[in-house]
Each structure stands twice: as structure tokens, then as C-alpha cells.
DNA sequence: GTCAATAGTGACACTGAGTATCAGTTTAGC
DNA sequence: GCTAAACTGATACTCAGTGTCACTATTGAC
């Protein structure tokens, strides 16, 4: 008896969770992330500590699930991808809109990635979030561009690329925003391009 | 007062950690990693939990301790390579003697690996192993080999090479060994090689 | 061989994340 | 308004990991 596809408890719930994490937050902030228990947050959010852990996964999910989007948004960009040149391309405009959306409110995202480089355990799940990512879109890959010889080989490709993504946007938080994400996400792609050839010293 | 730089007490604590490691090595498989806890672990050794508890970091580290030379087998091969060529081919030469370290007993080998990828938690933790390994070796990279121009540049083929090898690791593990571990590394490397053009279609 | 410093041990108590259950309440949709 | 479903708070629980403390064993120096 699934009603509507976007239920009035869906929305209800989303809402809900959005305001948890805001308040959360203000809380990991200001005092830090491994300081706060789950009890703390019940009290600052005015709910009892059984109904706040039924809207996060785990704690770091608290924090992380502002990021649960740009998975699919790289999915849909390569299954929206007209041209079809070689993977690595394909790759790198697939992370445009995910640029996008990160420029969509500069500051939050930096308050957010400054609480996540400093909190170790946050940055270790931030780092599994894309890890997981990664299956999906070495599927979508090999289903749109040309699906190269071997798995491992797209594997490899979609491994390197985020993890190209990671390395811009760490230097991007480092340098508060000063320098752009694209141009840094453009510079760690070409230090792999495999369309390039680099002169050997 | 450091009596010496290898004291007997280190010998004593190695071998004490080893054996520990042992036994639970084999409940854990009997078990399951997350069903067999600290506990079980102490009863199967015949130490306490709180000894148990003090020869490992965490529950993960109980597994994985096994791979944590690897860390600094890749920097002293870094460091005692004589070829000046591009830094890239540096990193793949650096998995030499990975590779040896871990055909030194196969069949052990392939055990850990088959407990680490059923668990999640371990895959987890071993991956942020690989992680943790990563600044010594652009630092060691950026000391002895033709340092690139960026500082972000090195952090992403470092970063690279070593997804390399985790999925040219996974592909061997899924092989059960059949494949052998030197040419799937080379496949993953030369899927992203920036010394040589690929033509795009 | 004795002795003092140091390290290892087991027992215990504790915190905090995460899971599970359950009775009572609210809400959606007819 | 009624019913089935979802939401809530309370409670109890497991287990990883930390910290402390008294006790014992070992080491290295004398």
C-alpha cells in the first residue's frame, strides 16, 4: 500500500531530518565532534535520543548525508552524456554538476568540510560515502562509453577519478575557496590523463 | 633509559601479538569477524580482555596488523631506487617488493584477504590502512623522485598507484590466485599511464 | 644474588554507539 | 469516524574501547 510515490510522511520526514542535523551541527561545532553523544543531541533538538537515532544511520551520517546526492548526480550526468569519447573525459564532466551543486551555498559546504577534515572519523566515512559511490558508476560507465578491455581497467579509471575529486576539493577547503574547484579538479585529472602523452625527464 | 634497541621485552610483546593473532584468526573464521567478540577472544587465548585489548589498537587491527609492513616496504623501495625516470613508473617499481612480501606465503595470504572482503568493517579499515600510507610516500616521492610541479599533482598519482593495487589485489583475491598479481597490477597501472597516448575513438 | 625501576597482568568500573522491543500515540487515507 | 500504518519515548541490552588500580614478573645495575 505504497499511496503516492512522494508521501505527505516522506516529506515530513525529510523535513524533520534536515532540522536534527541543522541543530546537530551548530552542536559538533561548537564543542566537537566526538564530544557530542547522541544524548546531548536528543536534549538540544527537544526529542528523545530513540527518535534521533531512527533518523541516522550512524553518528557520522549526521553530518555526511548532505553529500548522499552526488552520487546519483554523477550517475544521471553520465547517463545524460551525448558524446561518447573516451571514459576519462566522460568522467570529468560528470563531475560539473556535481561542482554545481557544491557551489550552490559556498560557505555551508566549506563549514561542512572544515568539520569533516578535522573530525578523523568523519573524514574516514566521507571517504567510504565515495568508496560506495564507485560501483555504480563503473556500471553506468560501462554501460554508456565505451566499455574499455578489461572491468579492472574501468575500475581503476572510476577509482582514479574520484579520488581526483577528493584531492581538488581537500586543496579547495585549504585554500578557504580562494582557488577554483574546477580549475584544481582539471589539473589532478590531466596528472593521469591517459589521452595525454607527458615527456619523461 | 632505553637499554637497548631491541629490547627482550619486544621480542617477548612481538611474538605474544602474533600468537594472539593467531587464535583469533581462526575464530574469527570459524565465527565470524562481528560474531566473535573480545571476550570470546580472551577465553580462546587464556589472557584477559584487558590484556587482549592492550596488544591491538581495535578489533580490525587484530586482522590486519598483518599488512601494516607494506606501508614502509613501498618508501625504502622509493628510497633505494636508483632510476630517475617519471614518477609514475617509480610508484609501480615501488610494488615490487609488495608483491614478493606477499607471495611469501600465499595461501595465508589469501586467507586474510577472503575474511577482510566478506567483512565490511575490515575492508573498511583496511582501505583506510592503504589511506594512512599515503603522505610518507608523496613526501618520499617528492624527495627522490623529479618532484611535479604542483604539490596536488603527486598527492593524485600516489593516490592512484595505490587504488591500482588495491583493485589489481581485489581481481587476484577474486581469482583465488590463478591470475597472477605482478601483471593485473601493471594492467591497472597502465590503464591510467600518463607517458603513453591512448587513442580516443 | 639483591634490589629498584619498569612493564605486564587481571579485575573492575565506566562511557557511549548502536540494536531491539514494546506500549501508547499520531496520522494518512478511505 | 475508522483502521492500518507509522512515529514516538522509555527501557533494556550488547559490545567496543578507555581508564584505573593493586599485584606480579622481568630487566638491568650493582
Known sequence: MPP????VRAISRHAVRAELARVAFNEFCATGFNQVTFADLA???GVSRSTFLRYFTNKEDVVLFLFDPIGDTIIEALASDARSDDDWHALRRALNPVVDFLMRDTSEVMAFLDLIYETPALSARFREKQFDWRPNIVRQLQRTHA???ASIVTQVRV???ME???AALAVWRESEG???LSTLIDTSFSALDPTIAIQTS
Not at 503516492?4 to 508521501?7: A, E
Request: proline letters at 11%; glycine letters at 6%.
Open 43 to 45: 536534549g538540544a533538538t
Open 178 to 180: 580562494r582557488e577554483d
Open 147 to 149: 566499455a574499455p578491455d
Open 4 to 7: 503516492s510515490p512522494v508521501s
Open 159 to 161: 577509482a582514479a577519478a
Open 164 to 166: 581526483c575529486f577528493a
